[in-house]
């Protein structure tokens, strides 16, 4: 919790000598996928509010009055270009879900132990642990549980339940809800049953799990993140190559995948 205020208050040279003191772990993930699934695909008002309309308002005027005014319908494109001019024009008007990595996390200043990625999340885990030595001995299990995704949504919408009321009385907040699921693996989007996800509380969390405990298909997940990087166009999948360069070069990620060029 104290390092990135550290990392932002301090100087450089206070940052390297506590960095070197302490056994320091930095995970990397891919920020713009992640990002628009998380804040405007899944029901978020507070980020629909807040940035959706700015990126409607800029970059597609000719919506609907209730769109304009809620937010709830960003693109993916529209959410890449916001990000991706935004960094261009002033880079630390950026939320920190969708800036690069290393603007906030000071990759060449703070002495990193381990760098490890989201996509290989539990073999690096445990050999995070297995460097901690006896202090950690045991093996440590972190792929993501479909029980687990499923109740913090049965909390969200048992505290909001007048949304659709509200911001989502346009919304198909189940449908929301499924793709996010298809798109984070959980879920398979042949084989899905169709329920009322507003029946789902915290003491039935199990019964959903099981009912939607579907295998994704092996390849599904990235034929939908090739299909929405397709949708950008050329021009604008090169900004997104010089956006995430930095990241790519100090992470090891491929600075141009073959999807770009297509």
Known sequence: MDLPIISQEYSVEDVIFFSKSVFSVLFVSSRLFSGYVDKFLYPKPHYW????????????????????HCGYDVTFAEFVEYVVDTYEYKPRLLDDHFSPIHQHCRPCEIDYKIIGKMETISDDVNYVFNELGDIYNNQFSVERNLSEELLPIANYLHY????????????????????????????????????????????????????????????ERRQRLVSLYKSLGKSLRGKVGRFVKADCVLFGYDKRPDIFNH
């Open 160 to 219: 909001n339940k007048n949304l659709n009321k509200t911001y989502l009385r346009a919304v198909n907040v189940f449908e929301r809800i499924r793709r996010t699921l298809n798109l984070r693996e959980f879920l398979s989007k042949n084989n899905i049953s169709n329920f009322n996800i507003f029946k789902l509380i915290a003491s039935n969390v199990k019964q959903f799990t099981l009912m939607l405990s579907n295998k994704i298909p092996k390849g």
């Open 49 to 68: 509010n807040v940035y959706g309309t700015k990126i409607i308002s800029k970059y597609m005027k000719h919506r609907s009055f209730e769109s304009r």
